[in-house]
Structures are given as C-alpha cells and as structure tokens.
C-alpha cells in the first residue's frame, strides 16, 4: 500500500481598511506567510506586486480591500486583490494587454501595472456583479508567480 501526500497547499485572507497604511500591511502579511512557508524565492515579486494592487485599491477607492494570498498545489502562489470600483484596468482586462501608458521620466507614480507585466507569470481581472443588484460589488484583480521562469527574474530598485 502506497502513501499519499496531499499537496501543499494553503491560503490567507486579509481585509484591508482604507487607509495609507494598507499596503505596508498587505507586504507585512505576505513576507511572513512566505518566509513561514519557505518561499523565500517569489517573496521580493509578490511583495512589490501585492504593494502596487493594494496601493492602486487605496488610492483610486473610497472604501476597503481584501488580500488573499493562495499556494497553489503545482507550486505558483496566487495573489488577489478585491477592491469596489468596478474598472478593470489594463493590463489585467481584455487584450491587448499592452495598453498600460507609459509614466513620464519625472513621474513618481504609474510604473505599478507595468510592474505586473514583467515580473508575474500571469494576471487578470474579473467584475464582481453583472446585474444592477449588484452595484459596488466592485472588482477582483489577480497575479501569479512560481510558474514559468520562476526565480529567474531580479527586481532592481
């Protein structure tokens, strides 16, 4: 008789107010569900991706947000972030997903969505709640990592 192992899988949840101090939380959450899980090799993308979704759910929302995080058993991780507005921005929408606008040089904001672009594996979006009873439901957007390429790629600050 053989022995079954049942994958390694597990997830976590973190509802996040509207506050500025939401996406130091979100990285704090995801760095020590990382580190406990020994996935050390993904956390430096998960972290800055995880940061820029929380951060664009503060600032273009007036309300709260949700994390979770989810190990999935073919050993990508899996990040969401729920927010209430309902627009689903490039590049998490229908193709082409090259339409997020470059940010000017002197910029200090807008590279967040094409951070997602070169450091996740995939990504997209979905609306929560078709039917006008549904209002606020808002949006899920989602990325990827540990799939192909894993560990490949250097974040360079």
Request: aromatic fraction near 8%.
């Amino acid at each position: 008789m053989g022995t079954v192992s049942l994958p390694h899988t597990w997830a976590y949840a973190l509802r996040l107010p509207h506050d500025p101090r939401a996406a130091r939380v979100a990285r704090m959450t995801v760095r020590a569900a990382l580190h406990s899980h020994g996935r050390q090799e993904v956390l430096e993308a998960v972290e800055l991706l995880t940061s820029e979704l929380v951060t664009n759910a503060y600032r273009h929302t007036s309300g709260p947000a949700s994390l979770r995080l989810t190990a999935l058993a073919d050993g990508r991780l899996r990040v969401g972030v729920w927010d209430s507005h309902p627009r689903i921005p490039a590049p998490f929408g229908d193709p082409p997903w090259d339409r997020v606008p470059g940010a000017p040089a002197e910029a200090e904001g807008g590279r967040g969505l094409h951070l997602v672009q070169q450091y996740a594996d995939s990504w997209g979006g979905w609306p929560l709640g078709d039917s006008p009873l549904d209002r606020g439901a808002g949006k899920l957007l989602w990325f990827e990592v540990g799939g192909r390429g894993a560990g490949k790629r250097e974040i360079v600050a």
